[in-house]
C-alpha cells in the first residue's frame, strides 16, 4: 500500500471534464458578487455612523489672499492675486519669503498703509517665522499667531489695549518690538512663558504701574535688550534685574521711577547701553559698583537727581563713547580721566553744579563730536585743544564764566562743525577767522561776551549758516554787505554793540528774524523782505521816510520796532 500511493502520487493527474469546470466558475463568481455586496453594503453602513473626513488645509496662498482681503486690498498687495498661485508661485510675491519646501517664513508688510486689526489668516501660516507689519496703522494686537513665531514687530503703530495671554504661547519667541503704540496695562508678566526670548521693547507705550519685583528671573536668562522708555512705569528699579546676566541694552528713561538707583545693576557687567535719564529717582549718587560697567559703551543718566561729586567710576570706563549726566546737581570738577577716554564721542554735562577750570591733563578723546558744558560755574580758558578735533560738530560752552579769547583754531580742523554756542561768558578778543573754514557751520551764538573788533568778512561766505546771535559784545566796524544776501540766513541778531553800516532795501528771502536795535546804522529802512516775521532796529541812526508800502514789501511782519531813529513819516 505504501508502495502503491507513492506511486500514485507520481503518476499525472487527470484533466477535470467540462461539466465540472463550468460548475466551478460559477461558483466562483457567485462567490465574488457575495463579497462585493457585502463591501458595498459595510461602506454603505460606515458612512451613514461617522463623520465625513476634514477639508483639505486652505493653501498658504489663498491664508494670504485672504490677508490681503481682509486689509481692503491694498495697493502694496496687488501683486497678491488668485492668478499667480499654482507651484508656489507665491513665494515670489513681494513682501513673502518662503523656505526651501516652499512653506512660508516670513512676512515683511513694513509701512504699506494698511489699517485695522491683523488678519486671523495670518495665523494659519504654521511655518511663519519672521512677521514686520511696523509703521502701518495696525490699531490691536494680533488674535491668532502661529506658535513657530520668532521675530514680531508691530512698533509704530496704532494698537490699543494691553498685551494678550496668547502671546505667552509663542515658545520659540526672540524678537518682540512694539514700539510707539497706544498699550496700556502693566508690565506682561505673560512673557515670562516665552523663555527664548532675547530682544525685548516695549517703548513709547503707556504701559504702567511698578516693574515686578521678579521681572530678573521670570524673563529669563536669553534677555539681552530691555526697553521700557517713554511709559508710565512707577515705583524702584527692581533688584532683580541683576538676574539677566546676558543683558547688554538696559533703558528706562523717561518714566516715573522713585527709589534710589540699585547697587545690584553693578552686577550686570555685559551691559553695554544703560540709560536711566528722566526719571524723579531720590538726590542720591551714581552706585560704586559701577565701576564694574567697564563695558559700557552708552551711560545716560540726565535728570535723575544725581548729587554730589563728579563720579569718579566713569574714568575706569574704557569703552564708553556717550556720556550724558546733563541737569543733574554734580558739583566739582569734570574727573581728569574723562578725557583720557579715547573712545569717547559725546560728552553732555550741561546743567549741573560743576566749576573750576576745566583742565584736560593727558587729552586723548579725539574722537569727540560733541561737548556740551553748557550752564555750569566753569572758569578759566577754553582748551585749545577743542580747535583740533577733527570729528567735532557741536561745542556748547554757554551760561559759563570762561575768560579769555576764543580759541582761534576752533573750525580750523573741525570739517564737520555745525554749531556753537559761547554766549554768556566773560570771552574777549576778536571773532575767529577760521569757524566756518570747511563751509557747514549753521549756528553761531556768542552773544553776552566782550569781544571786539569787527564782523570777519569771511563769515558771509559761510553758505550754510542759518542763525547768527552776536548780540551784547563790544564789535564795532561796518556789518558787511553780503550780510544781508546769505542765502540761508534766518535768525540774526547784532543788538547792543558798536556796529555801523547800512541795511540794503530789499533784504534776503531768506530772513525771518532782525535784531539790529542799539547799534549805529544809517541810512533808509529797508522795502522789502517777504520773509521778516520780527525787524527790530531801534536805538540807531536811520533817517528819512518809513517807506510807505513796507506793509506790502513785508507781508508777515507781526513786530516792528523804530523807536529813537531819526525817521519820519508813518507806519502803515
Known sequence: MMTTNRMHSLLPARPPSPSTTAASARACAYRCLVLVLLACHLHHHGASTQPLPPPPPVGEAELLLQIKRAWGDPPALAAWNSTSTAGGSHCRWPHVGCDSAGHVTSLTLVGINVNGPVPDAVGGLSGLTHLDVSHNSIISFPKTLPRSLQYLDLSWNYIMGSIPEAVGNL?????????????????PTVLYRCRSLQYLRMSWNDIGGELPDDIGRGLGVNLSTLNLQFNK?????????????????????????????????????????????????????????????????SLEA???????????????????????????????????????????????????????????GSFVAMNLTIIDVSDNNFTGVIPEVFGRLENLTELRLSN?????????DIGKHSPGLQSI?????????????ALCTAGQLQHFFISGNRLNGPIPAILT??????????SSNQLSGEVPKATWTMGQLAWVSLRNNLLTGSLPSTMSNSL????????????????????????IADNNWFSGEIPADVDSGMPLLRQLNLANNNLSGRIP
Request: net charge negative; glycine share 8%.
Open 400 to 408: 559759563n564764566r570762561f575768560t579769555g579769547t576764543f580759541p582761534p
Open 233 to 297: 512705569f512707577n515705583g524702584t528699579i527692581p533688584a532683580s534685574l541683576s538676574k539677566l546676566q546676558n543683558l547688554r541694552y538696559l533703558i528706562l528713561d523717561d518714566n516715573h521711577l522713585t527709589g534710589t538707583i540699585p547697587m545690584e545693576l553693578g552686577e550686570l557687567t555685559s551691559l553695554e547701553v544703560l540709560s536711566i535719564s528722566f526719571n524723579p529717582f531720590n538726590i542720591g549718587m551714581l552706585p560704586v559698583s559701577f565701576k564694574n560697567l567697564t563695558n559700557l559703551v
Open 421 to 433: 554756542e559761547a554766549d554768556d561768558n566773560e570771552l574777549t578778543g576778536a571773532i575767529p577767522e
Open 512 to 535: 525771518t528774524y532782525l535784531d539790529i536795535g542799539s547799534n549805529q546804522f544809517t541810512g533808509r529802512i529797508p522795502s522789502v523782505a517777504v520773509r521778516l516775521i520780527y525787524f
Open 461 to 470: 561766505k559761510c553758505d550754510t549758516l542759518q542763525e547768527l546771535d552776536l
Open 302 to 360: 540726565g535728570r535723575c537727581n544725581l548729587f554730589g561729586s563728579f563720579p569718579s567710576c566713569i574714568a575706569k570706563m574704557s569703552k564708553l563713547e556717550n556720556l550724558g549726566l546733563y541737569g543733574n546737581s554734580l558739583t566739582g570738577s569734570i574727573h581728569p580721566g574723562v578725557w583720557g577716554l579715547k573712545k569717547l564721542q559725546q560728552l553732555d554735562v550741561s546743567m549741573n553744579n560743576l566749576t573750576g577750570d576745566m583742565v584736560v
Open 171 to 187: 515658545s520659540s519667541l526672540t524678537h518682540l518690538d512694539i514700539l510707539h503704540n497706544s498699550i496700556t496695562g502693566l508690565f
